[in-house]
């Protein structure tokens, strides 16, 4: 069942998986193996996300997007049977907060959308950037564009609605599927990333200011 409800979140045609890989002999796959190293190793997490010496800003960040992306992907994917049309008809982190969704093809205007329909046009958007070689470069010299963090700002800003909605609306399902601490990791890393680098405007990290009990942080 879980494969099927899957499936219905992410397109008919498509099974669910982390979409983005680094090619191995790349600099931003030995960038990646790096930052998961320091991540493996029990280092304090403010420290693991801190810029390597000599390493370049924007191959650091592009790393963590495509990285996170591929997480909090799964970690939703996880979530998803627990998020519907029925039980989250607005894309919402609580009563105070609602995510309106806007594109420059479909949905030129914010327009309401249920959880689960935000989600599939979000993780759509953001695959759609990470693949595109004018603003995710991958061959080695090939300068990133001027916007590039910019960009990266917008993907941040929107993959955090991810943990404030699982948060404030799933998270009994968290502790019952045994999955608080690993969700817990995967936000408090993304939470010192985005602060390390200013990549997010503070009041959007309003919703999860009062952390649900439990969170360790």
Same mark, same amino acid.
């Given at each position: 069942?879980?494969?099927?409800?899957?499936?219905?979140?992410?397109?008919?045609?498509? &099974?669910? %998986?982390?979409?983005?890989?680094?090619?191995?002999?790349?600099?931003?796959?030995?960038?990646?193996?790096?930052?998961?190293?320091?991540?493996?190793?029990? $280092?304090?997490?403010?420290?693991?996300?801190?810029?390597?010496?000599?390493?370049?800003?924007?191959?650091?960040?592009?790393?963590?997007?495509?990285?996170?992306?591929?997480?909090?992907? $799964?970690?939703?994917?996880?979530?998803?049977?627990? /998020? &519907?049309?029925?039980?989250?008809?607005?894309?919402?982190?609580?009563?105070?907060?609602?995510?309106?969704?806007?594109?420059?093809?479909?949905?030129?205007?914010?327009?309401?959308?249920?959880?689960?329909?935000?989600? /599939?046009?979000?993780?759509?958007?953001?695959?759609?950037?990470?693949?595109?070689?004018?603003?995710?470069? &991958?061959?080695?010299?090939?300068?990133?564009?001027?916007?590039?963090?910019?960009?990266?700002?917008?993907?941040?800003?929107?993959?955090? %609605?991810?943990?404030?909605?699982?948060?404030?609306?799933?998270?009994?399902?968290?502790?019952?599927?045994?999955?608080?601490?690993?969700?817990? &990791? /995967?936000?408090?890393?993304?939470?010192?990333?985005? %602060?390390?680098?200013?990549?997010?405007?503070?009041?959007?990290?309003?919703?999860?200011?009062?952390?649900?009990?439990?969170?360790?942080?």
């Amino acid at each position: 069942t879980m494969a099927l409800c899957l499936k219905q979140v992410f397109n008919k045609d498509k &099974t669910f %998986r982390p979409r983005k890989k680094f090619e191995p002999g790349t600099q931003r796959f030995e960038l990646y193996k790096k930052a998961q190293a320091s991540l493996k190793s029990g $280092l304090d997490l403010k420290a693991v996300v801190q810029l390597p010496p000599g390493e370049s800003i924007n191959d650091w960040i592009a790393v963590h997007v495509v990285d996170f992306f591929n997480r909090i992907n $799964l970690i939703y994917g996880t979530m998803s049977e627990y /998020c &519907t049309e029925k039980s989250c008809p607005i894309m919402s982190g609580g009563l105070r907060y609602e995510y309106r969704w806007q594109d420059d093809s479909k949905y030129k205007k914010p327009t309401k959308l249920s959880a689960p329909q935000y989600m /599939c046009m979000l993780m759509d958007w953001i695959e759609m950037l990470i693949n595109n070689e004018d603003i995710f470069p &991958t061959r080695i010299g090939v300068p990133f564009p001027k916007q590039f963090q910019q960009v990266c700002t917008k993907i941040l800003t929107r993959l955090f %609605r991810v943990f404030v909605h699982v948060y404030i609306h799933h998270f009994d399902s968290i502790i019952n599927m045994g999955a608080e601490a690993h969700v817990n &990791t /995967c936000y408090k890393h993304f939470y010192y990333f985005i %602060r390390e680098f200013s990549l997010i405007d503070h009041r959007e990290l309003e919703p999860l200011v009062r952390m649900p009990q439990g969170w360790g942080g």
